[in-house]
């Protein structure tokens, strides 16, 4: 039997570096079913591994009475971004800023050059087998 979940995820359209923490009502038997359904839904932010925020079983009453809230948001219902500007005001309180971890800058540089060094060793290699071949046919 199928249960009914409320998922929490990373919407778009919103700004660089910007996210709109929409809320989805979906059955499903699992809650890992439950976020799959969702991440492929419409305005998720499907290239971020941290799309979905979180999951949470919840009764029919709450499903119906999430799903009738859901239709009355106009940011599911905006099919341009002019419609989208118009009911700013009513989505800003759930427009969130983006929080990206740094880039540990040391680690970079030690891919970079282990990318160094391993090309270095194969222009060397190419450069003995080019010189091999020219001693093999002269």
């Known amino acids: 039997m199928k249960n009914f979940y409320e998922v929490q995820a990373k919407c778009g359209h919103v700004g660089r570096g910007r996210f709109f923490r929409g809320t ?3 059955r499903a038997y699992t809650g890992s079913e439950a976020a799959a359904i969702v991440r492929q839904m419409p305005r998720v932010k499907h290239d971020h591994k941290d799309a979905i925020l979180s999951v949470r079983q919840i009764d029919k009453e709450e499903y119906d009475a999430g799903r ?5 948001n106009m940011y599911y219902s905006c099919v341009n ?16 800023d983006e929080i990206r971890p740094e880039k540990n800058r040391g680690e970079m540089d030690k891919k970079r050059q282990a990318r ?4 270095n060793i ?3 290699l190419l450069q ?3 010189a091999a071949e020219m001693a093999f046919a002269g």
């Open 24 to 26: 989805f009502y979906v």
């Open 128 to 130: 003995k087998y080019a």
């Open 116 to 119: 160094i060094r391993l090309n």
């Open 122 to 124: 194969k222009n060397k």
């Open 81 to 96: 971004i002019q419609q989208q500007r118009e009911c700013l005001d009513q989505i800003e309180e759930y427009i969130e």
């Open 68 to 72: 009738i809230e859901r239709r009355q």
